[in-house]
Protein backbone atom coordinates (compact mmCIF):
# COMPACT_ATOMS: atom_id res chain seq x y z
CA UNK A 1 0.00 0.00 0.00
CA UNK A 2 3.18 1.75 0.06
CA UNK A 3 6.05 3.06 -2.28
CA UNK A 4 7.99 2.80 0.98
CA UNK A 5 6.96 -0.34 1.79
CA UNK A 6 7.72 -1.78 -2.13
CA UNK A 7 10.71 -0.87 -1.83
CA UNK A 8 11.89 -2.71 1.26
CA UNK A 9 10.73 -5.53 -0.38
CA UNK A 10 12.47 -5.03 -3.07
CA UNK A 11 15.68 -4.67 -1.03
CA UNK A 12 14.86 -8.04 0.74
CA UNK A 13 15.05 -9.40 -2.45
CA UNK A 14 11.68 -9.61 -4.36
CA UNK A 15 11.96 -8.75 -7.86
CA UNK A 16 11.25 -5.33 -8.62
CA UNK A 17 9.10 -5.82 -11.58
CA UNK A 18 6.71 -8.35 -9.41
CA UNK A 19 5.80 -5.72 -7.15
CA UNK A 20 3.16 -3.15 -7.09
CA UNK A 21 1.53 -0.46 -5.08
CA UNK A 22 -1.80 -0.72 -4.38
CA UNK A 23 -2.77 2.12 -2.00
CA UNK A 24 -5.36 1.34 0.83
CA UNK A 25 -9.06 2.04 -0.17
CA UNK A 26 -11.34 4.18 2.65
CA UNK A 27 -14.56 4.45 2.20
CA UNK A 28 -16.40 8.19 1.41
CA UNK A 29 -17.20 10.27 4.11
CA UNK A 30 -18.96 13.13 4.93
CA UNK A 31 -15.50 15.69 6.21
CA UNK A 32 -16.22 17.18 9.28
CA UNK A 33 -16.80 20.34 9.73
CA UNK A 34 -13.39 22.72 10.64
CA UNK A 35 -13.08 23.84 14.23
CA UNK A 36 -13.89 27.90 14.79
CA UNK A 37 -10.37 29.34 14.46
CA UNK A 38 -8.57 30.53 18.55
CA UNK A 39 -8.22 34.10 19.29
CA UNK A 40 -5.02 35.55 17.46
CA UNK A 41 -5.74 33.67 14.57
CA UNK A 42 -4.23 30.33 16.24
CA UNK A 43 -4.91 27.26 15.22
CA UNK A 44 -3.76 25.14 18.62
CA UNK A 45 -5.77 22.14 18.79
CA UNK A 46 -4.09 18.87 17.96
CA UNK A 47 -4.95 15.26 18.21
CA UNK A 48 -3.44 12.00 18.49
CA UNK A 49 -5.77 8.99 17.10
CA UNK A 50 -4.89 4.91 17.71
CA UNK A 51 -3.54 2.72 19.99
CA UNK A 52 -1.32 4.44 22.83
CA UNK A 53 1.81 2.74 22.51
CA UNK A 54 5.79 3.78 22.59
CA UNK A 55 5.91 2.70 18.84
CA UNK A 56 3.07 5.00 17.87
CA UNK A 57 5.12 8.02 19.44
CA UNK A 58 2.78 8.66 22.29
CA UNK A 59 6.02 9.95 24.45
CA UNK A 60 7.20 11.40 21.96
CA UNK A 61 3.73 13.66 21.70
CA UNK A 62 3.82 14.09 25.54
CA UNK A 63 7.19 15.15 25.61
CA UNK A 64 6.57 18.11 23.09
CA UNK A 65 3.55 19.23 25.15
CA UNK A 66 5.31 19.33 28.29
CA UNK A 67 8.30 21.25 26.63
CA UNK A 68 5.79 24.15 25.36
CA UNK A 69 4.20 24.03 28.89
CA UNK A 70 7.51 24.20 30.67
CA UNK A 71 8.21 27.05 28.22
CA UNK A 72 5.29 29.10 29.41
CA UNK A 73 3.07 27.94 26.47
CA UNK A 74 -0.51 26.59 27.14
CA UNK A 75 -2.39 27.98 24.27
CA UNK A 76 -2.67 24.62 23.02
CA UNK A 77 -4.37 21.11 23.59
CA UNK A 78 -3.47 17.63 22.71
CA UNK A 79 -6.32 15.02 22.74
CA UNK A 80 -5.15 11.87 23.20
CA UNK A 81 -7.86 9.47 21.39
CA UNK A 82 -7.49 5.58 22.00
CA UNK A 83 -6.79 3.06 24.89
CA UNK A 84 -3.88 1.34 26.18
CA UNK A 85 -5.15 -2.26 27.02
CA UNK A 86 -1.60 -4.33 25.74
CA UNK A 87 0.53 -1.80 27.43
CA UNK A 88 2.47 -2.06 30.63
CA UNK A 89 1.18 -0.55 34.02
CA UNK A 90 4.48 1.57 34.01
CA UNK A 91 3.70 2.75 30.77
CA UNK A 92 0.22 3.89 31.46
CA UNK A 93 1.14 5.87 34.11
CA UNK A 94 3.50 7.66 32.56
CA UNK A 95 1.25 8.58 30.38
CA UNK A 96 -1.14 10.02 32.91
CA UNK A 97 1.79 11.65 34.86
CA UNK A 98 2.48 13.52 31.75
CA UNK A 99 -1.24 14.22 31.31
CA UNK A 100 -1.49 15.45 35.11
CA UNK A 101 1.97 17.92 34.69
CA UNK A 102 0.62 19.38 31.47
CA UNK A 103 -1.39 22.28 32.64
CA UNK A 104 -5.09 20.67 31.53
CA UNK A 105 -3.63 20.80 28.32
CA UNK A 106 -2.97 17.47 27.45
CA UNK A 107 -6.21 15.29 27.75
CA UNK A 108 -6.66 11.33 27.71
CA UNK A 109 -9.85 10.86 25.58
CA UNK A 110 -9.60 6.77 25.73
CA UNK A 111 -10.80 4.59 22.86
CA UNK A 112 -12.93 5.70 20.45
CA UNK A 113 -15.01 3.69 17.70
CA UNK A 114 -14.50 4.23 14.22
CA UNK A 115 -18.03 5.52 13.78
CA UNK A 116 -17.26 8.41 16.00
CA UNK A 117 -14.26 9.53 14.74
CA UNK A 118 -16.19 12.51 12.46
CA UNK A 119 -17.04 13.95 15.70
CA UNK A 120 -14.01 13.64 17.84
CA UNK A 121 -11.83 15.34 14.48
CA UNK A 122 -13.79 17.72 14.11
CA UNK A 123 -12.45 19.13 17.73
CA UNK A 124 -9.09 19.34 16.10
CA UNK A 125 -6.79 21.47 14.06
CA UNK A 126 -4.48 19.03 13.39
CA UNK A 127 -3.53 15.59 13.35
CA UNK A 128 -0.58 14.17 15.01
CA UNK A 129 1.37 10.68 13.69
CA UNK A 130 4.36 11.12 15.93
CA UNK A 131 5.40 6.85 15.26
CA UNK A 132 9.43 6.38 15.70
CA UNK A 133 8.90 2.74 13.67
CA UNK A 134 8.18 2.55 10.32
CA UNK A 135 4.72 2.80 9.17
CA UNK A 136 3.40 1.44 6.25
CA UNK A 137 0.57 3.47 5.23
CA UNK A 138 -1.09 4.54 8.41
CA UNK A 139 -4.83 5.07 8.31
CA UNK A 140 -4.92 7.66 10.22
CA UNK A 141 -3.36 9.73 7.68
CA UNK A 142 -5.65 8.52 5.02
CA UNK A 143 -8.66 9.43 7.85
CA UNK A 144 -7.47 12.94 8.51
CA UNK A 145 -7.31 14.23 4.95
CA UNK A 146 -10.70 12.44 4.65
CA UNK A 147 -11.84 14.90 7.16
CA UNK A 148 -9.62 17.94 5.64
CA UNK A 149 -6.94 18.08 8.60
CA UNK A 150 -3.62 18.71 8.57
CA UNK A 151 -1.19 15.91 9.39
CA UNK A 152 2.02 16.76 11.66
CA UNK A 153 4.08 13.73 11.26
CA UNK A 154 7.33 11.65 11.50
CA UNK A 155 9.86 11.53 8.68
CA UNK A 156 9.98 7.76 8.24
CA UNK A 157 8.48 5.43 6.29
CA UNK A 158 5.56 5.57 5.06
CA UNK A 159 4.35 8.35 6.97
CA UNK A 160 6.50 10.75 5.26
CA UNK A 161 5.74 9.42 1.88
CA UNK A 162 1.99 10.47 2.48
CA UNK A 163 2.13 13.55 3.91
CA UNK A 164 3.68 15.98 1.47
CA UNK A 165 5.64 18.38 3.78
CA UNK A 166 4.65 22.35 4.05
CA UNK A 167 1.64 20.99 1.48
CA UNK A 168 -1.00 19.01 3.58
CA UNK A 169 1.37 18.66 6.78
CA UNK A 170 4.81 18.89 8.57
CA UNK A 171 7.33 16.64 8.80
CA UNK A 172 9.63 16.02 12.21
CA UNK A 173 13.07 13.80 12.88
CA UNK A 174 11.84 10.47 14.10
CA UNK A 175 11.81 10.72 17.79
Known sequence: PSEFLRRRYVAWGIPADKIAVMRNAR???EPAPMRPVAAGGRRDSFG????????????????AAL???????TRFTLAL????????KEFQEKVEAAARKSAGTVVLRGAYKARDLR???AAVDWVVVPSVWWENAPLVIQEAFQHRRPVICSDIGG????????????????G
Do not use: C, W
Not at 67 to 73: C, K, P, Q, S, W
Not at 81 to 88: A, R
Open 67 to 73: RLVRGGD
Open 81 to 88: HGGMPFQT
Open 27 to 29: PAV
Open 119 to 121: SLI
Open 159 to 174: MAEAVRADVDGLHFRA
Open 48 to 63: FFGNLNPFKGVPVALD
